[in-house]
């Protein structure tokens, strides 16, 4: 089956405020079929961070997510601020204020999609090894952050039942481990 390109034929905004943009759109698709309404989210890019220590645990964050209705593990990170245009830069920060931590070294290692059905951000994945603890936390209003470090063997070994309570997380953390020389696929 060959694929034809989708037209869109229309768009109109439902709702917009710092945090997203949400478009009713309508869409052709390439047999015709007219898709109205499509919905779409705009989101700014989202960075994670794959934070390891010098002795072989993995930084990671639990905070309360309203969509699960618990506090769930997950990694540091958050929204690529608008006068930001390096990732890891924004990863860099996102760690400091939300661990209190640092690392000797941050690097990209992927840029992925998070919903490309309905959204157009980019979710990137910075691996940040050495991390140690470097100071206070700096949370933005409204958050509420506990700092957890596991090993990084349990963090695998949890992945499959849950441990980890984001899906996009999953990904990151097995992509930043492969890049590290810890696992291979």
Same mark, same amino acid.
Do not use: K
């Given at each position: 089956?060959?694929?034809?390109?989708?037209?869109?034929?229309?768009?109109?905004?439902?709702?917009?405020?710092?945090?997203?943009? #949400?478009?009713?759109? $309508?869409?052709?698709?390439?047999?015709?079929k007219v898709l109205d309404p499509w919905y779409?989210?705009?989101?700014?890019?989202?960075?994670?961070?794959?934070?390891?220590?010098?002795?072989?645990?993995?930084?990671?964050?639990?905070?309360?997510?309203?969509?699960?209705? %618990?506090?769930?593990?997950?990694?540091?990170?958050?929204?690529?601020?608008?006068?930001?245009?390096?990732?890891?830069?924004a990863g860099q920060r996102e760690f400091a204020?939300?661990?209190?931590?640092? $690392?000797?070294?941050?690097r990209l290692v992927s840029r992925l999609r998070?919903?490309?059905?309905?959204?157009?951000?980019?979710?990137?994945? +910075?691996? %940040?090894?050495?991390?140690? &603890? =470097?100071?206070?936390?700096? #949370?933005? &209003?409204?958050?509420?952050? =506990?700092?957890?470090?596991?090993? +990084?063997? =349990?963090?695998?070994?949890?992945?499959?039942?849950? #441990?980890?309570?984001? %899906?996009?997380?999953?990904?990151?953390?097995? #992509?930043?481990?492969?890049? =590290?020389?810890?696992?291979?696929?």
């Open positions: 089956m060959t694929l034809r390109p989708w037209r869109r034929t229309g768009t109109r905004t439902v709702h917009r405020d710092r945090w997203v943009h #949400l478009r009713a759109e $309508a869409w052709v698709t390439g047999e015709g779409m989210l705009d989101w700014a890019d989202w960075v994670h961070v794959v934070a390891l220590t010098p002795d072989d645990r993995m930084v990671l964050v639990r905070q309360f997510r309203p969509g699960a209705g %618990a506090a769930i593990l997950e990694l540091p990170g958050g929204m690529v601020e608008a006068d930001e245009t390096d990732p890891v830069a204020e939300e661990t209190g931590h640092a $690392a000797a070294s941050y998070h919903d490309p059905a309905h959204a157009g951000n980019r979710l990137h994945v +910075v691996l %940040a090894e050495g991390a140690t &603890p =470097a100071g206070p936390q700096h #949370l933005d &209003p409204g958050e509420e952050i =506990a700092v957890e470090t596991l090993p +990084v063997d =349990a963090v695998l070994a949890g992945l499959a039942e849950g #441990l980890i309570g984001n %899906a996009g997380h999953v990904g990151a953390i097995l #992509l930043a481990l492969r890049a =590290a020389g810890r696992i291979g696929f």
